[in-house]
T-cell receptor
Framework: DQQVKQNSPSLSVQEGRISILNCDYT??????FLWYKKYPAEGPTFLIS?????DKNEDGRFTVFLNKSAKHLSLHIVPSQPGDSAVYFC????????????FGKGTKLSVIP | DTAVSQTPKYLVTQMGNDKSIKCEQN?????MYWYKQDSKKFLKIMFS???????INETVPNRFSPKSPDKAHLNLHINSLELGDSAVYFC????????????FGPGTRLTVL
């Protein structure tokens, strides 16, 4: 029972273009969402988050959009750089501070120089 | 000066053996976790300790026993290893106030033969 779904296992984007990574969730109790980035042979690192009271959060080249009615969020990376090539995990929790994140399977982003 | 470290990085062992994975964080965080990434790439929480007290214990076989000797350490002991235990195990920590922002270790790849 996947409560957090990342339906695209992989994505290739040209350097300088926009990367859009998508995430859907089924649990309407989720109210805090995060993106983590993972390089090979390393642990995931926190990238950006958004609370359900917002529909957008921006941090430099990274923007997360939340559409609660559609139970969908997306991560935009503009412009994409080769160093962004990694696996991106979407995660959600019921109540900020629940100590229990539910992760998606990840999307592998390849940014082609 | 690694923030969250795990040992060993790789562990290959026979079915039925008992093994331990050690984790240490030097971030001064109060909460530590064990996550498992299985062959389907899902990252799932196993345990969480806050100030050395167990606060989350997901549906994990009781062959898995976490031990937190102090706030900076959370070890995972696994008895009677089975083939299905093969996975990557990630230790993580978080600080009070931002428990969703996890700092992960590099992972331990466990292979049970």
């Amino acid at each position: 029972d996947q409560q957090v779904k990342q339906n695209s296992p992989s994505l290739s984007v040209q350097e300088g273009r926009i990367s859009i990574l998508n995430c859907d969730y089924t649990n309407s109790m989720f109210d805090y969402f995060l993106w983590y980035k993972k390089y090979p042979a390393e642990g995931p690192t926190f990238l950006i988050s958004i609370s359900s009271i917002k529909d957008k959060n921006e941090d430099g080249r990274f923007t997360v959009f939340l559409n609660k009615s559609a139970k969908h969020l997306s991560l935009h990376i503009v412009p994409s750089q080769p160093g962004d090539s990694a696996v991106y995990f979407c995660a959600a929790e019921t109540g900020a501070g629940s100590y229990q994140l539910t992760f998606g399977k990840g999307t592998k982003l390849s940014v082609i120089p | 000066d690694t923030a969250v470290s795990q040992t060993p990085k790789y562990l290959v062992t026979q079915m039925g053996n008992d093994k331990s994975i050690k984790c240490e964080q030097n971030l001064g965080h109060d909460t530590m976790y064990w996550y498992k990434q299985d062959s389907k790439k899902f990252l799932k929480i196993m345990f969480s300790y806050n100030n050395k007290e167990l606060i989350i214990n997901e549906t994990v076989p009781n062959r898995f026993s976490p031990k937190s000797p102090d706030k900076a350490h959370l070890n995972l002991h696994i008895n009677s290893l089975e083939l299905g235990d093969s996975a990557v195990y990630f230790c993580a920590s978080s600080q009070q106030g931002t428990p969703s922002k996890l700092f992960f270790g590099p992972g331990t790849r466990l292979t049970v033969l």
